[in-house]
């Protein structure tokens, strides 16, 4: 990988990496699509990252779909491909994490212990391997891209972070891979996330800034739906996920499957 992205730099082309786990959808085609409008080379890497995952979490029964991802990329004008196994990305007697402090810290920080230490490794594997000038991330996952932004930052990566709008469903919910996990009433019930952030959305827009009002909206609209159970619902700054701001976000169970979404307040909700 490194060798082509250096041959590819040696011509003076720029290389745009989209770092994905697979399952592909079109919020992952929305990145691929900007990094192809910035980019002469556009790398995807597909890696579902061991180490991000908790030890109750989804890691072995993530979808993991080559046949359909290499459908869905062979129309989308991407140039490579890169998709190392486990033991190359973290060969035997591996031991070095990278840990970002501050903006990892709350909500998935809490709800996830060593998600974004997981992250933040494999990112700065991938960033090593590829050497890209820009990588694309979403919105989707706000606070992995503020702690991905932090991380360029902090480890000097000549790498311009940037971060594309959140891929929704007609009906409003967020595009995930995790949405295939969704029965039929789960599927129904997964609408509270985007229907709550639109409400909450409404409500600033007739005035309502105080982030506590805010969150009662969030957590009145999630507490309606049986099948959900709120993990967390803030409304923070979104760059430091700390309170106070207008991003607001949320993570929710939605049966045995948990789901994030999040919308910046001050402005109106698509759709
Ligand atoms: P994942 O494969 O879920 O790790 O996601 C890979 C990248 O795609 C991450 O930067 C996500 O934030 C981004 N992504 C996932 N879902 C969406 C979506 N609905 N809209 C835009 N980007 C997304």
Not at 84 to 95: C, F, L, R, T
Not at 121 to 148: I, M
Not at 157 to 167: G, K, N, Y
Request: net charge neutral.
């Amino acid at each position: 990988m490194l060798a082509a992205s250096r041959r590819w730099h040696a011509q003076g082309l720029k290389v745009g990496l989209v770092p994905t786990m697979g399952a592909l959808h079109a919020g992952h085609l929305s990145l691929i699509e900007a990094a192809r409008g910035e980019n002469a080379i556009v790398v995807v890497s597909i890696f579902v990252n061991p180490i991000q995952f908790g030890p109750g979490e989804d890691f072995a029964r993530y979808p993991r779909e080559p046949a359909h991802d290499a459908d869905l990329l062979s129309g989308a004008g991407v140039d490579a491909i890169y998709r190392p196994s486990v033991e190359v990305m973290y060969p035997a007697g591996s031991a070095t994490r990278v840990r970002v402090s501050g903006v990892a810290d709350p909500l998935e920080g809490v709800a996830r212990p060593g998600h974004f230490e997981g992250v933040a490794t494999v990112v700065t594997k991938l960033f090593t391997a590829v050497e890209p000038d820009r990588a694309y991330f979403g919105q989707k996952d706000a606070q992995q891209a503020a702690v991905v932004k932090r991380l360029a930052r902090d480890l000097d990566f000549p790498i311009e972070i940037r971060v594309c709008a959140t891929a929704r469903e007609a009906d409003g919910l967020a595009l995930s891979s995790r949405n295939a996990y969704l029965g039929p009433d789960e599927r129904k019930a997964a609408l509270a996330l985007s229907s709550a952030l639109r409400l909450a959305a409404a409500a600033h827009a007739a005035g309502e800034h105080r982030p506590e009002q805010l969150r009662k909206v969030l957590c009145e609209r999630l507490g309606a739906e049986p099948l959900a159970q709120v993990e967390y619902a803030e409304v923070v700054d979104p760059e430091t996920f700390r309170p106070r701001g207008s991003l607001a976000v949320l993570a929710v169970g939605i049966g045995k499957t948990s789901l994030i979404d999040n919308h910046d307040l001050s402005k109106v909700f698509p759709g």
